[in-house]
């Protein structure tokens, strides 16, 4: 043993004097010790206490600003938009339409700039959407939309047929599309209004005689009429049950009560109370045609006893607005780059922009109770209050139209830039509703911009 | 009756959710040896930017280009979520009755991403009224209910709990579940009226 020695017994001891340790007394040897370790069996926390809290805090506040920023509370453009801004940009619509505008009176209908190339098919409901619109817009000083539409018309009264006991606008011995004969009558009556011609009432009274005809006594309004079997049944459109209230309100206003109020008005009741849940559209349909409906029945000089018919209360109307509202605020915050890109979609095409703002300038005009938006007396209760926010969305609209249509510049680039000029192209294709829908929304909305002070 | 599109409309509503947002018993029963006059300092602090927040809420919207309904949709979705993680999780006490009034206790205890955004909603849709009053309701209770879990005078104290403790044997931790499930139900409606809106 080191440092042993002969003790004063002879027994062996340690250096220190004391009694050597047996070997199986002696204590395990201590294990070396880890730097920054604490007491043997407690395991390490990286955060405790308040730092856990405080970090737990921060990444908090970070992931909620990143994450609703990123995916919910994007920036909502909406460019600055005049009244003459949007003129300008509704007449390079319409010039759009003179230059496409064929030998016969239709129009291109899908139109590819980069190949300057007419991609072919064709929609009779556009066509007669198309008059509306143009018809809208000679009504608002855009003097060359006059004769473009009267050619496209002279082709629509061409393709008249006889249904029932009255007409339908189509082919002869085709399938009859309800939707075609109501816009081609809304459109008749805006042409009676801007021009003061009456001499197309024996065709818009046929159309309406049509349109009475196929309305069910729900008020529902059947997608197509067969003429060998009739009315379709249990089959619905979109949208052709709202331009067929348009119209029968309009027919109304243009020709008088008999036979058209209580058929306008049924169609606007089953609209405004129960059409989404009867025939199952999940979710709601934000209708501008409705919209415009309920705008037009609020015109009627019966101090406000149509519009009240239809919807008492305005709840429907307000509905509609809210529609409206999301789609416009969700539009707003695409821009078709990151994030917006994944986390919003691509924007949507020049009529689904416009749609939004034909139904919020309606509705604006519902909210009015002046009365400067062209509705009487028969504003809805629903709405009041509301004009300036319904105002403030239709004007974003405006300005997303105005920012996205093919400017002289940007047409410049094209294949035929004057073929291109004043559309709205989605991969470089247009289709001609994208004009008619974003030309009649930037007309409306104008009028609301040069109104509101 | 308040229907889906017009709750935020309703200033009940939105200080109920200032409330769920604040949830008092909940924060109280994080720092349970934290004395009330501490957690009223903290809530002071909180208080400050929350009430700039408040005053400026319009100001603040139009800055990011957000819209008030969006505004709703944001604070309706983190409600829920706030409120579903606490409805479900019991709160973590730190035993500590020294934490700093500033940091932790008034950050990020009661300056919370939830309770900022329902003043921001209140703020814009009811005015500096509306905000001062979310804030208020969010942060008040806290150090009130701080002062109520506390033993009166020549009671024995209650010794510290290092763990959570079991629903059944305090009272505080039932209230913080509810209102966790208030802010939940009203968090959706707020969700539902911004999406609705115009």
């Given amino acids: 043993m080191r440092g042993s020695s002969e003790g004063p017994d002879g027994a062996e001891r340690g250096t220190d004097g004391e009694a050597p340790v047996p070997p199986e007394d002696q204590a395990a040897p201590a294990a070396p010790a880890i730097p920054g370790d604490r007491a043997p069996g407690r395991r390490r926390r990286l955060f405790s ?19 609703l920023r990123a995916a919910v509370a994007l920036p909502e453009r909406c460019p600055p938009v005049d009244a003459a801004a949007a003129q300008r940009a509704a007449q390079l619509a319409v010039g759009w339409f003179a230059d496409h505008q064929q030998a016969d009176g239709r129009w291109t209908y899908r139109y590819e700039a980069a190949t300057d190339r007419d991609l072919g098919g064709y929609e009779i409901v556009r066509h007669a959407g198309v008059l509306l619109a143009l018809y809208q817009a000679l009504g608002r000083g855009l003097t060359e939309a006059g004769p473009v539409a009267d050619v496209g018309l002279a082709w629509a009264l061409g393709h008249l047929v006889a249904s029932g006991d009255g007409a339908a606008l189509g082919e002869d011995g085709a399938t009859l599309q309800v939707g ?93 109370e129960r059409r989404d849940e009867v025939e199952g559209w999940f979710p709601a349909i934000a209708d501008h045609w409705a919209a415009y409906g309920l705008a037009e029945v609020a015109r009627w000089p019966d101090g406000g006893a149509g519009r009240r018919a239809v919807d008492p209360e305005g709840t429907a109307a307000l509905h509609l607005a809210g529609l409206f509202g999301v789609q416009v605020r969700y539009e707003s915050q695409r821009t078709d780059r990151l994030p917006s890109r994944v986390t919003r979609g691509r924007q949507t095409l020049g009529a689904g922009l416009g749609t939004i703002g034909e139904g919020l300038a309606n509705l604006a005009a519902l909210a009015d109770p002046s009365g400067a938006g062209g509705v009487g007396h028969g504003g809805s209760p629903a709405l009041d209050g509301q004009r300036p926010v319904l105002v403030e969305r239709a004007s974003c609209v405006a300005g997303m139209l105005v920012e996205r249509q093919v400017d002289p510049a940007e047409a410049a680039a094209m294949a035929d830039p004057e073929r291109a000029v004043g559309a709205w192209y989605q991969f470089g294709v247009t289709q001609m509703d994208d004009q008619q829908h974003a030309l009649s929304a930037l007309l409306l909305v104008g009028d609301l911009l040069a109104t509101t002070r | 009756m308040i229907e889906p599109s017009s709750l935020a409309d309703a200033l009940l509503a939105v200080l109920l959710a200032a409330l769920a947002a604040g949830n008092p018993p909940r924060r109280a029963a994080t720092v349970p040896a934290t004395a009330a006059a501490r957690l009223a300092g903290a809530a002071a602090a909180a208080a400050l930017p929350l009430v700039l927040l408040g005053v400026g809420a319009g100001a603040v919207l139009d800055a990011l280009a957000v819209s008030r309904p969006t505004a709703r949709v944001a604070a309706g979705l983190v409600l829920m979520a706030v409120g579903l993680v606490e409805v479900v999780r019991t709160a973590r006490p730190l035993p500590d009755p020294d934490l700093g009034v500033l940091v932790p206790l008034g950050f990020p205890l009661l300056l919370r991403p939830e309770v900022a955004l329902v003043v921001l909603v209140a703020g814009a849709d009811h005015g500096v009224g509306g905000g001062i009053a979310a804030v208020l309701v969010a942060l008040a209770g ?29 009272p505080w931790s039932g209230a913080a579940r509810w209102l966790a499930a208030l802010g939940v139900l009203v968090g959706a409606g707020l969700l539902l009226d911004g999406i609705l809106a115009l």
Avoid: C, K, N
């Avoid at chain 1, 308040?50 to 970090?55: E, G, I, S, T």
């Fill in chain 2, 142 to 170: 806290t150090p009130l209910v701080a002062r109520a879990r506390r033993p009166a005078p020549g009671e024995a104290a209650a010794p510290p709990l290092p763990a959570p403790v079991p629903p059944a044997t305090d």
């Fill in chain 1, 49 to 67: 206490g308040p730092r856990r809290l405080l970090v737990g805090g921060l990444v908090a506040w970070l992931a909620i600003a990143v994450g």
């Fill in chain 1, 180 to 272: 075609a004969s109501a816009l081609l009558a809304a459109a008749l009556v805006e042409r009676r209004r801007v021009t003061g011609e009456h001499d197309h009432d024996g065709e818009l009274a046929a159309l309406g005689r049509f349109l009475v005809g196929v309305v069910e006594p729900s008020g529902a309004v059947p997608q197509v009429v067969d003429p060998r079997t009739g009315p379709s049944v249990g089959s619905y459109s979109r949208f052709f049950t709202g331009e067929t209230f348009l119209a029968l309100a309009r027919l109304r206003e243009a020709l008088g009560p008999d036979p058209w109020e209580e058929p306008a008005l049924r169609v606007g009741r089953y609209l405004a």
